[in-house]
C-alpha cells in the first residue's frame, strides 16, 4: 500500500466509495457541486476547497448544490435521515454552526432519545475547523468542543489521511449523527491511503508514538505539532506516547488511562479555546481516575482566551506549536513528579 | 340538500372517519385540560382544540409512508396521522410504556413507524425535517409527500422561511401549513406579523400560498389536497394558512388576560369545526346525527380508558435514563 | 435588611432599578410584556414566568415585545449595543440557542476583539436554564458549558436571590456582553434581598460554607445540593467548603484554588451534561495548579451524559442530587488520601 | 443636455464626490486584485469591483452618525461609510496600525466611530444588527438610519428574513439593501432563488420592496433617497434589491469557470458604473471629463501610496494577542 495521498483526496474517495456502495448516501451543501444554475462549468468547485469535486459528474442526482440556508438544509439532513437515506451534509466552516445548532442538536441528536429509541438518524455533517490560513476569527475557530459536550451526537476529528478515509466511511455506516471535523491546514497533507473501502471505528484511540515518560494527548492538526515536539524531546532523552483519540466523541477514554498508568505524565494538546475544552475534558477524567498514577500535575496546551486574531504574526502564535508542547511536556517530567 | 364543498370526494367511510379524528383529538385535549389541572399531568401541555379541521383535512390525504413533522402543539397531528392514543396518553403521563417509553412527553410525541416524526419544543424545528423527507422521497424516486405543521409565530421563525426557499429550490414534495390561531402566546398575531396574510410569504418563493378557514374542514380539506396532489405529482411545494382559533391558553395554566372577555365562546358558538362538520353532514344528508353521535360515545369511551391507563401504567425505572441515546452503544 | 424577597422578584427588582437609573436601558424578548395587539390586558404576561411582569406600566417604550425570531432581535440587542442602548434580551430557554448562536458569539462577543478593541457591546441576554420542571429535553438543559467557551462573553450562573440581584446589576452596567442564566427551579426561592440597588462583581466567587476537609465547587441550584450534603457530612464529621463561582467566565479561580490548597480534595458539582462541562473546566485547571495540594482525585458530580428526559422519576435521577454530592464526598474523603 | 435621473438633487460637489468614492472602490479593488497575486496579502479577500453605484449611492445618503451592517464583500461599502483607506489597507496587510489592529482583515473591517458595524464573516450576519440600531434611534429619539448590505445569497439565510419582519413589526428606521449580482459563491441565483426578484419577499412581511440597476448610481441613488427618507421621517423599513455583476471571483484564487466566456468582459464594456457615471454627467454637461480625470489620478496616488504604507507597516507584536477581548480585562 505505497499508494499517497493527501487528506482531502482521502475524503473525496471514502464518499465516492460510499455513494457507489449504497444508493442512500447524499451529499449536500453550499456549492458542493459548485455552479447549479449558472452559464459555465458544472462541479465547477466541489466545495469551496474542492473536497466534493467529482463526484457530481459520477452521481449527479446525489450530490446537491444549496442556497445559504442552514437551518434548512441540515435540517433537511436529519429529516432524510429519518425517512431512508443517509446523507452527508456541509456546513462549510464549523464557525457558522450558529446559524444552524438547532437542528444539528436539538433535532438529529435528540431524536432517538426523546422519541424513546425509534428513531434511526445516519447522518454525516461535514465541516471546516481550525487556524492556520488568516482567515480570522468567523473562520478558523475549533468548536468541537461544543459539539463534544451534545449527547447524540458523535465527533470524529481525523488527523491524517488514512484515519480521514477511514473515519469518514465509518461515519457514513453508523446509525447515529456524526460531525466529521476537516482540518483546513491538514488538506494538503499526503500519507499512505489504501484504495480499497475501510473502517476505523468511532472511539477508537491510537498510539501515535509509543514513550514511557509522558503522554500526549493531541487533537487533529495537533497530532503532528505533538509528533514534532516528541521527535525534538528524543534528542533531549524525553520519550513521548502520543495519543490521538481520534474521536472525541465517543472518547476512548481506556487508551487514554492505560498511557497514563504507564507514563504517569499528562499533556494535552487543542487547538480550541481552553475553557470547557476538551483538553480540560481530558484533564480532568484522566485526573479523575488515574490520580494515583500521576507523577506530575497535567498539563493543557491549549488557544488562549481569545478569538482566533487574523494577522499572521498573531494567528501563529494562537495555535500551540511543537515548541509550546515541549514546554510543557519539559515541565510535568522535570518539575514535581511525586514517584 | 346542501352542496359541500369537497365532499364529493368524500364516501361515507372518510367523513366518518374524519369526524372520528375531529372527536378524538376534541376529547383527548378537553380531557387533558380537566386533568392537568388536578396536578397529576408532569410538564408543559399545549393543547390544540379548536383546530382540529385542520389536522384532519390534511392528513385525510396522507398515506401511511407520508410523513409529518408537528410542533408543541402537536396532538392533533400525532392522532389524526395515526399515532396510538393510548401510547400518547401514557407518554403525557410520563409512563414507561408510552408511546416514548416516557422520555419525551407531550412535547416530543413522535411515532416514526406512522410517518409521525415528532411534536418539537422548538418553534421552527419542523420545516427543515421535512424539505429532507421530501429530498428523500425525491432521490429514491418514491411518491411519498411531507407535511409540516407551523403556527402564526413559527412563521416569523428564520427557519421556516429558509425551509419555504429550500423546498422551492429543490422542488420538493413539501406542503408547509401554517396554522394561524392568532397568537404565539399571548402576543397576537397582529402584532408579530402585522395580521397580514402569512400566505403571501410564499409568493416571494416562487410557490403557491392559499388562506382558508381553518374551521372548516372541507376548506382544509380541499386545499390541503390540491397541495398533496400537486406535491406528489412533482408539483413542488406550497404554503396553506389556515385561520383558526384556539380554545384554551397557550399551555394549561395559562390566565388567558390579554384575550377578549367571551372570544372564545364566541367562536366555540359561531365557527366549532365539529359543529360545522355535523351541520353540513347532516343536512346535506350525507350522515345520520345518531352515526355522529355513536362515534361520540365510542371516543369518550376510549379517553376514558386512555386516562386510566395513564394513570396505571407504571413509571419508568432507573435503567430507561441512560438508554438510546445512541444506536450503537 | 430582613426583606425576604424570590430569586424572581430579585431580578424584576434589578430591571426595574436599572431602568430607572438609566434611560438607555431596554428590555425585548418574547411575550416581555405579553398581548401586544391582542384585545385583553396588555402585559399579561411579563415573560413565560413572569420575571419581566410589572416593568411595561413604567416603562412602555422600553419594554418591547418581540416576534419568534431569536437571531433577530439578539442580533438587535447587539446593534443596538454598539449604538447608544443596553439592551437586556430574553432568550426564552437556553435551549433555543441554536436558532441564535450566530448572533451571540460570531457578532456580539467577538466585535470587540475582531475590531481591534473598537466596540463596546454592554448588552445582556437574561435565559432560563435547568431541568426540574419535566419540560424534557428541549426545555431543561444548562448549556452555560458551552457558552463559557466563548471568549468575549460574561456568563452568570447566580445560585439565590440575593447574588441575582447584584449580578443583575453588575451584568447591565458592565461594558461586555453579558449570557445570565436564571434557574427555573430557583425563581421561587426565597431570600434576604436589599432594596437599593447594588453589585456583584462579576468574576467574584462567594464562599457559601467554610470547611477544611473538601472543597465542593457548585453551579447555580447545584450551590444548595451542595448545601444539602454538606449539612448531612456535618453530622458525619465531614466539613465541606462550598465554593460558588457565581460567574462561570470569568472564573475566580483563585478563590477556587485557594479553598483546594486547604482542604486538599475537590468535589465540582455541575448541572449540565459531563463532556467539555464546567466540572472538567474546573477540575482540570485545580489538578493543572494545585497538584501538590490534592490528596485525593477530584471527583465530577453531574448530570449523564444525555438529553434531559421528561418522566418525572427519570429527571429525578437525572439531575445532581445530595445523596450523589455527598457521595462523592465521602469518596474524596474517605479513600485514596495521600497526604 | 440629457436629463439624468436623480441628478437634479446632487450639487456638483457631490456628483464629484459619488465619482470619487467608486473609483476610489474600484481603484482599491483592482489593486488588491493584483497584489493579491503576489501571495502578499493574508487570507481571504472578496472584491467589490463592478458593484460600486451600490455603496456609493447609497451612503450618499446617510450622515456620519448613520450606521451600516457590512457583508464578506465590504470594502466599498467601508470606503463609501468613510473609512480610513490606508487604515483599511494596512488592515488588509494584516498591519498593527491597520484600522482593526491587524486582528480582523478583509473580512472584519469596521470602524464604529463612522457607523461601520463591520463586514461580516457570516452570510446574513447585518440585517438583525441593523434592526438594534433602528431600534436605538427609535427609543433614543434620534433621527439615524441603518442600513444593511446583503447578497443575493444571504437573503436566503433566516436572519435575514427574520430582520426583515422585525423591521417592519417595531417599525424601524432600517433599509435592506440586497446586493444581487448573480451569484453567492459558483451558485446561480437563478438556482438559489429561483431567480424571482428578492424585492417580492418584502411583500410577505409588508414593506415596500423595489428592484434597481446597481450599475446605475443614480438609480440606487434615486431608490435609496426615498427609502432613507421614508426610515428617517418614522415610515419604517424598505428593501431595495439592486441588480449587479462583480467583476472578479467570489474570492482571490477563484477561477470562475462557472461563468459564461466573456460575461464580465461583457458587463464591463456596457454597464461599468464608472464609464456609465461619466457618460451621463458629462454628456449632461454638469462635470467636465477632466475634473473626473484628475480625481482619478489622485485616487491612483492614494491607493499606491497605501499599498506601499500597507507594506511597509509593522506587524502586531505578541503584546495584542490577548488584549481586547473583553472591556474590563
Ligand atoms: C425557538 C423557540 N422560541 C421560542 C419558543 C417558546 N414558545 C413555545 S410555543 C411559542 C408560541 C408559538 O406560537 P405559534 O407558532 O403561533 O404556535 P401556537 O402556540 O399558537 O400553536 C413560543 C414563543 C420555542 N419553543 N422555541
Ligand atoms: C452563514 C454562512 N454560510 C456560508 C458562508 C460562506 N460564504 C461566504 S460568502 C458566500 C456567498 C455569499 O453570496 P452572496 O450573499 O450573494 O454575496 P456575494 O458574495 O455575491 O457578494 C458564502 C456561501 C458564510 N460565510 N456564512
Ligand atoms: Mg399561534
Ligand atoms: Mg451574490
Redesign the interface.
Known amino acids: 500500500m505505497a499508494r499517497r495521498i493527501t487528506y482531502m483526496q482521502a475524503i473525496n474517495e471514502a464518499l465516492r466509495q460510499e455513494m457507489e456502495r449504497d444508493e442512500s448516501v447524499v451529499v449536500f451543501g453550499e456549492d458542493n457541486v459548485g455552479g447549479t444554475g449558472a452559464p459555465g462549468e458544472d462541479d465547477a468547485w466541489g466545495g469551496v476547497m474542492g473536497v466534493t469535486k467529482g463526484l457530481y459528474p459520477h452521481f449527479p442526482d446525489r450530490v446537491i448544490d444549496t442556497p445559504i440556508s442552514e437551518s434548512a438544509f441540515i435540517g433537511a439532513a436529519a429529516g432524510a435521515a429519518c425517512s431512508g437515506l443517509r446523507p452527508v451534509a456541509e456546513l462549510m466552516f464549523v464557525d457558522f454552526f450558529g446559524v444552524c445548532m438547532d437542528q444539528i442538536y436539538n433535532q438529529a441528536a435528540k431524536f432517538r432519545y426523546m422519541f424513546g429509541g425509534k428513531a434511526v438518524t445516519p447522518m454525516v455533517i461535514r465541516t471546516m475547523y481550525g487556524a492556520g490560513i488568516r482567515a480570522a476569527a468567523q473562520h478558523s475557530q475549533s468548536l468541537y468542543p461544543i459539539f463534544t459536550h451534545i449527547p447524540g451526537l458523535k465527533v470524529v476529528v481525523p488527523s491524517n489521511p488514512y484515519d480521514a478515509k477511514g473515519l469518514m466511511i465509518a461515519s457514513i455506516r453508523d446509525d447515529d449523527p456524526v460531525i466529521f471535523f476537516e482540518n483546513k491546514v491538514l488538506y494538503t497533507m499526503e500519507g499512505e491511503v489504501p484504495e480499497e473501502p475501510y473502517e476505523i471505528p468511532l472511539g477508537e484511540a491510537e498510539y501515535v508514538r509509543e514513550g514511557d515518560d509522558v503522554t500526549i494527548v493531541a487533537i487533529g492538526r495537533m497530532v503532528s505539532m505533538a509528533e514534532q515536539a516528541a521527535e525534538a524531546l528524543s534528542g533531549e532523552g524525553i520519550e513521548c506516547e502520543i495519543v490521538d483519540p481520534r474521536t472525541t466523541s465517543p472518547l476512548d477514554e481506556e487508551t487514554i488511562f492505560e498511557s497514563v498508568e504507564n507514563t504517569g505524565r499528562l499533556v494535552v494538546v487543542d487547538e480550541a479555546n481552553p475553557r470547557c475544552s476538551l483538553a480540560t475534558d481530558i484533564a480532568a477524567r484522566v485526573a479523575e481516575n488515574c490520580f494515583d498514577d500521576l507523577k506530575a500535575a497535567p498539563k493543557m496546551v491549549t488557544a488562549p482566551h481569545t478569538p482566533p486574531p487574523f494577522s499572521p504574526t498573531l494567528e501563529d502564535l494562537y495555535v500551540p506549536d511543537p515548541e509550546r508542547v515541549a514546554a510543557a511536556v519539559r515541565e510535568v517530567t522535570g518539575a514535581g513528579a511525586r514517584a | 340538500m346542501t352542496e359541500v364543498a369537497g365532499a364529493q370526494e368524500l364516501g361515507k367511510e372518510q367523513l366518518l372517519d374524519a369526524y372520528r379524528t375531529m372527536r378524538t383529538i376534541r376529547e383527548f385535549e378537553e380531557r387533558l385540560h380537566v386533568e392537568f389541572a388536578t396536578g397529576e399531568i ?3 401541555v399545549h393543547l390544540y382544540a379548536g383546530e382540529e379541521a385542520i389536522a384532519a383535512g390534511v392528513m385525510a390525504h396522507l398515506d401511511a409512508d407520508d ?1 409529518i ?1 408537528s410542533t408543541h402543539r402537536g396532538h392533533g397531528h400525532a392522532i389524526a396521522k395515526g399515532c396510538d392514543v393510548k401510547g400518547m396518553m401514557k407518554e403525557i403521563y ?3 410504556d ?8 407531550s ?2 410525541i ?4 406512522k410517518g409521525m ?2 411534536a ?6 419542523g ?11 425525491k ?2 424516486g418514491t411518491n ?1 409527500v ?1 407535511v409540516s405543521f407551523t403556527g402564526d ?2 412563521s ?4 421556516t ?3 419555504m ?2 423546498a ?3 422542488d420538493l414534495p413539501v406542503v408547509f401549513v401554517i396554522e394561524n390561531n392568532g ?14 396574510d ?1 400566505a ?7 410557490i403557491p400560498g392559499v388562506v382558508v378557514d381553518g374551521h372548516d374542514f372541507f376548506a382544509v380539506y380541499e386545499a390541503a389536497g390540491e397541495a398533496i396532489r400537486r406535491a406528489r405529482e412533482g408539483g413542488g411545494p406550497s404554503l396553506i394558512e389556515c385561520k383558526v382559533n384556539r380554545y384554551y391558553g397557550h399551555f394549561e395554566g395559562d ?7 367571551n ?1 372564545v365562546e364566541n367562536i366555540r358558538q359561531e365557527k366549532d369545526c365539529l359543529m360545522l362538520f355535523r351541520q353540513r353532514v347532516t343536512s346535506a344528508g350525507l350522515v345520520e346525527d345518531g352515526e355522529l353521535d355513536r362515534i361520540d360515545e365510542e371516543v369518550k369511551q376510549l379517553i376514558d380508558e386512555s386516562v386510566e391507563e395513564g394513570k396505571a401504567s407504571p ?4 435503567e ?10
Not at chain 2, 156 to 159: E, F, K, L, R, S
Request: charged letters at 15%; glycine letters at 18%; proline letters at 5%.
Open positions: 408532569p410538564g408543559f410523513y413533522a410520563g409512563k414507561a408510552g408511546l416514548c417509553h416516557g422520555k419525551g412527553g412535547m416530543h413522535a411515532d416514526l413507524d416524526l415528532g418539537n419544543g422548538i418553534v421552527g424545528g420545516p427543515p425535517l421535512v424539505c429532507g423527507v421530501g429530498l428523500s422521497a432521490v429514491r411519498q411531507a409565530g413559527g416569523n421563525q428564520g427557519t422561511l429558509e425551509s426557499n429550500l422551492a429550490v429543490w397568537y404565539a402566546e399571548a402576543t397576537s398575531t397582529n402584532f408579530s406579523t402585522k395580521g397580514l402569512i403571501k410569504r410564499a409568493d416571494g418563493f416562487g390566565a388567558q388576560t390579554y384575550r377578549a372577555p372570544e413509571e419508568p425505572g432507573e430507561y435514563l441512560l438508554t438510546d441515546v445512541y444506536v450503537s452503544y
